[in-house]
């Protein structure tokens, strides 16, 4: 959990720093990404027969992408539980609950 609290803190930063055009950054402003967070059992297989992908499925990929969909351009949002394994592994890594919580379907 630490390390990828780790990459999406260096992710959102490298993003913010990137100008979407390079020859007019001030007209067309940064990149913007969000990311969601959260940890879990996941399965992954391959699908396809010819343009093989690899993918991931399963209730902590589903509670991320709600994650992500939920939180504001430029933001990381995790779930209480990710937030207390990255806690747990790296203490300098310190996640602030958003106040009020979160809205995620499907979950209580």
Not at 64 to 87: D, H, L, V
């Amino acid at each position: 959990a630490a390390r990828l609290a780790r990459f999406a803190i260096a992710a959102v930063r490298a993003a913010r720093e990137t100008p979407i055009d390079p020859a007019g950054p001030l007209l067309a402003g940064h990149i913007q990404l969000r990311a969601g967070l959260h940890c879990g059992a996941v399965s992954g297989f391959v699908l396809g027969s010819r343009g093989l992908k690899y993918t991931l499925a399963g209730d902590a990929v589903n509670v991320a992408a709600r994650m992500q969909s939920t939180c504001a351009a430029g933001r990381i949002q995790c779930s209480e539980e990710f937030a207390r394994a990255a806690g747990d592994q790296a203490h300098d890594i310190i996640l602030a609950c958003r106040e009020g919580g979160a809205e995620v379907k499907g979950k209580g």
